[in-house]
């Protein structure tokens, strides 16, 4: 019997803070290792804190923000992400952390898998950042669809409404993937405003079942909590203010962790309220899931149809050796071309 005890975290950050968030992350990683955690999913965008000032404002107005958001992102060759590799490290946990990738006067929406030993198994970012992101962040490429296999499994990671591209999906599934990390912001801006529904749990809930379902693989669901002190710090209007926070009993967490069979596996956190969800993976499930449904072996018709996945990558000479792969023994291999 495969068992993999699993933690999704559901917490706000320091917003725009690197310092506090760094203090934060690494208190979150010890909390669960007393737990007994061996994999631990935190939300999009975690360091330095989810910029809700590109949906409240104008460009012209949030431009004020950006020295102290690009100053508090984090750089994947950072003495800060060091500090969150050794706490990995000393915890023997597998880490997905999401941050603001800080890549010399760029900035992309990344995530990186922490291995046990403190590697970096693969950074990757956003391939597609949505709507009024991508004035602020970078896009990634085909070499940022990654799956990684571990001693626990093989994950992979989307950030948020990538995990509404099919073709993403179908990617990572491609690739036999076994653990996937969904990481969100907060499901708070907007509710039962009429204005901004496409932000609501609803959504989010039915995405990852479909997620888990489609993949016969473990759904981890990682969301915020939006942080009251980010209205004083963002709205000057009480429109914005409304925006951001329609009701104070809506503070938009909904982590979760979800099986093969697309149910929830434990009790949710109330929403406005912080911590580690947790549970146990029996990964013996996957091969049951997939007898029935194996979505990258026998229940594709590759004579029908052909998915063919570009992972060549398009990062520059400004970017060399920012976002290399581990060398590590237990960073084994990605997929290439996928067969649906």
Known sequence: ????????????????????TLDKTIALIEQAAKDDVELLAFPELWIPGYPWFIWVESPIEWYRHIGAYHANSLAVDSSEMRAIRDAAAKASMHV???YSEKATNSRYMSQSLILPNGEIGFARRKIKPTSGERMLFGEGDGSDLKVLQTSI??????????????FCRN?????????????????????GLGT???F????LRSLSTVTAIEGSLFCLTATSVFAKDQIDMIADTELK??????DESCLGGFSMIYGPDGMPLVEPLDENREGIVVADLDLDLIPKAKLFFDPAGHYTRNDIFRFDVNHASRRGAHDAGLTAVSS???ALSFGSAIDV
Do not use: T, Y
């Not at 019997?1 to 506090?20: D, E, I, S, T, Y």
């Open 196 to 198: 901004a529904d496409q």
């Open 328 to 330: 590590s023994a237990e």
């Open 241 to 246: 203010a409304k925006m951001l926070l329609p």
């Open 1 to 20: 019997m495969r068992k993999v005890r699993a933690g999704v975290v559901q917490a706000a950050p320091v917003f725009m803070n690197l310092r506090a």
């Open 153 to 166: 499994g093989r994950i992979g990671a989307l950030n948020c409404w990538e995990n509404l591209l099919s």
């Open 171 to 191: 990617a990572l599934i491609g690739m036999h993937e076994e653990i996937h990390i969904g990481a969100w912001p907060s499901m708070n801006m907007g509710r």
């Open 200 to 203: 609501g749990p609803n959504k």
């Open 96 to 98: 997905v952390l999401g």
